[in-house]
Each structure stands twice: as structure tokens, then as C-alpha cells.
């Protein structure tokens, strides 16, 4: 499993937003040599963070980005998910495989014949494992902002 390269821009570009002085606005060619990135990809990534209001974008002479809510409340979740979507990790495309319906018919005859129905929603065993791995990580994820992020930094005096 693996994020986009977008997301690694955008949570990079998040955090150095939320290492801007307060009320200044850090504009999208200084973001984009900052992390080594065409104009055109950055703004295509700051225009979905804009738009799930992450960011907040200022147009004029001291115009750019900055941070439309604070730092503290800016998950890492929050930020995967305006980048990579909101769809599931895992989609079970075998359910009407045999190797499923032998399983569940195998589990039919094991279990008391009286409790099992016919046409019984069954759900796919990959899937359930699969999905609480995605819950353990969105939590994880959610537990962690990007001031949490720079607050660690500072504590440990980061140096490149």
C-alpha cells in the first residue's frame, strides 16, 4: 500500500503553511521550490485542499495560501482524504467466486442447519480483515495533526 506522491506534497506543503509566520500568505511559487514540484501539479493539489477548506487562498500583491483553520485541527486523515478520496481501501470483487460459496456452504453444514437461510448475506472474510486493518490506520491517522507534527520537531530539534 502506497500514497500518492500528491499526498506527500500536500501534507509538506500543510506543514510549512502552518510554519508561516501568522498572516503571512506563502504563494505557490515559493511552496513549489520549496518542495521541488511543478507550479501547475502544486496548484492542482492546493485548489482540492482550498476547496475542502484546508487552506484558504488570497489573491493580490501579498497574495498565497494560508491555513484556513488551525494547525491543531488539521488531521493527517483529513488531508489523505481530500487527496487520494473517500473511497474504501478494499473492494471484495470475488464474492460469487466458488472458493466463497464452498466456504459458506462448508460453514452451513457445520453450524445448527435451523439457523442457516437461504440466500443468507454472507460477507466476504478478505474484506473484513481488510477493513479493520483501514479502520485501525484512519485512526491512527486521525490522531495525528500537523501541529502535532511540528511540535515534535521542535522537541527534537529536526535538522535536515
Same mark, same amino acid.
Given at each position: 500500500m502506497?500514497?500518492s506522491?500528491?499526498?506527500?506534497y500536500?501534507?509538506?506543503?500543510?506543514?510549512?503553511?502552518?510554519?508561516?509566520?501568522?498572516g503571512?500568505?506563502?504563494g505557490?511559487?515559493?511552496?513549489a *521550490?520549496?518542495? !521541488?514540484? %511543478?507550479?501547475? $501539479?502544486l496548484?492542482?493539489?492546493?485548489? #482540492? +485542499?482550498r476547496q475542502?477548506?484546508? &487552506?484558504? *487562498?488570497?489573491? !493580490?500583491? %501579498?497574495?498565497? $495560501?494560508?491555513?484556513?483553520?488551525?494547525? #491543531? +485541527?488539521?488531521?493527517f486523515?483529513? &488531508?489523505?482524504?481530500?487527496?487520494?478520496?473517500?473511497?474504501?481501501?478494499?473492494?471484495?470483487?470475488?464474492?460469487d467466486s466458488?472458493?466463497?460459496?464452498?466456504?459458506?456452504?462448508?460453514?452451513?453444514q457445520?453450524?445448527?442447519?435451523?439457523?442457516?437461510?437461504?440466500?443468507?448475506?454472507?460477507?466476504?472474510?478478505?474484506?473484513?480483515?481488510?477493513?479493520?486493518?483501514?479502520?485501525?490506520?484512519?485512526?491512527?491517522?486521525?490522531?495525528?495533526?500537523?501541529?502535532?507534527?511540528l511540535?515534535?520537531?521542535?522537541?527534537?530539534?529536526?535538522?535536515?
Amino acid at each position: 500500500m502506497q500514497f500518492s506522491k500528491s499526498t506527500g506534497y500536500a501534507l509538506h506543503a500543510i506543514i510549512h503553511l502552518a510554519r508561516a509566520e501568522r498572516g503571512h500568505h506563502v504563494g505557490i511559487k515559493e511552496l513549489a *521550490a520549496l518542495l !521541488g514540484v %511543478s507550479e501547475s $501539479y502544486l496548484s492542482k493539489i492546493m485548489s #482540492k +485542499l482550498r476547496q475542502d477548506g484546508i &487552506v484558504r *487562498a488570497m489573491t !493580490g500583491a %501579498s497574495g498565497g $495560501y494560508e491555513l484556513a483553520k488551525s494547525a #491543531k +485541527l488539521i488531521t493527517f486523515f483529513d &488531508v489523505i482524504q481530500v487527496v487520494e478520496g473517500r473511497q474504501t481501501m478494499y473492494e471484495c470483487f470475488n464474492m460469487d467466486s466458488l472458493q466463497h460459496q464452498l466456504f459458506f456452504e462448508s460453514e452451513a453444514q457445520a453450524s445448527d442447519p435451523s439457523e442457516h437461510h437461504e440466500g443468507q448475506n454472507c460477507e466476504c472474510l478478505v474484506k473484513k480483515v481488510m477493513d479493520g486493518a483501514e479502520q485501525q490506520m484512519v485512526h491512527y491517522l486521525q490522531q495525528h495533526t500537523i501541529q502535532g507534527v511540528l511540535d515534535s520537531a521542535a522537541s527534537k530539534k529536526c535538522t535536515k
